[in-house]
């Protein structure tokens, strides 16, 4: 089964500096991958997914972007943080091979805090 | 575009009682019907799915969902909760074939002893 890595686990980043969280994927090849955000108290908010190599597609424009330089690594930036920016970040991995089911495997996630 | 509906944001019960978290779906021909839960500070665990077959699908820690497909709802179940079943739980649904998973808002879940 799949196996999603997250980092870092916790950031507490200033205003106006520059984000990077990444995710790597193992157990499985050419997955879909996603970030998602919770702010606290909410639900799930998609941000970003990808169906291969440099597929991205942006659900909420926003602060943010992502990359997916390889295929099992997908990476979440921005260049100048805001306070609204703040929130847990998950990246989720939906395996296609060899029958997609349609299940999110989950990261332990990163909490990100801008003051 | 498909769209879940969590009635309940806050569920209290006490322990070994049961409980019932409500899930409702827009509708759709065909769909895949997910519960998730979430312990703080941690990401989500899948306690179980529908994909098709019978409608009563057994998941992880005792917890059950019964899929209605002319209520479009996918409740969950558990007949006796522990302090442990203590988190956030959330109702996902899929149309066949799609790329995303809409999540519901979320329901969490308190025991109290």
């Known amino acids: 089964s799949q196996t999603i890595h997250q980092w870092p686990a916790t950031l507490v980043q200033p205003v106006g500096s520059p984000l990077s969280l990444e995710c790597t994927v193992e157990?499985?090849?050419?997955?879909?991958l996603y970030w998602y955000r919770q702010a606290a108290g909410r639900g799930l908010q998609l941000l970003f997914y990808?169906?291969?190599?440099?597929?991205i597609s942006s659900e909420v424009p926003q602060n943010l972007s992502a990359s997916r330089p390889q295929d099992r690594q997908f990476i979440l930036s921005s260049k100048k943080l805001l306070l609204s920016d703040s929130g847990f970040y998950l990246c989720?991995?939906?395996?296609?091979?060899?029958?997609?089911?349609?299940?999110?495997?989950f990261g332990e996630g990163s909490r990100l805090t801008v003051l | 575009a498909q769209s879940v509906t969590q009635l309940d944001s806050q569920v209290p019960v006490f322990e070994e009682a049961p409980v019932e978290l409500r899930c409702n779906y827009s509708?759709?021909?065909?769909?895949?019907l997910f519960w998730y839960v979430q312990y703080p500070n941690q990401g989500l665990q899948l306690l179980l799915k529908?994909?098709?077959?019978?409608?009563l699908v057994k998941g992880i820690n005792g917890f059950e969902a019964e899929f209605n497909k002319s209520q479009t709802s996918f409740h969950l179940r558990k007949p006796s909760v522990h302090i442990s079943d203590t988190a956030e739980y959330f109702c996902?649904?899929?149309?066949?074939?799609?790329?995303?998973?809409?999540f519901g808002q979320g329901t969490r879940l308190t025991i109290n002893p």
């Open positions: 989720a991995c939906k395996a296609r091979r060899p029958v997609s089911t349609g299940e999110l495997f």
């Open positions: 157990g499985t090849s050419n997955p879909n």
């Open positions: 990808s169906v291969g190599i440099g597929q």
């Open positions: 509708s759709s021909v065909s769909v895949y």
């Open positions: 529908y994909l098709s077959g019978s409608t």
């Open positions: 996902a649904v899929s149309d066949k074939g799609a790329q995303k998973l809409v």
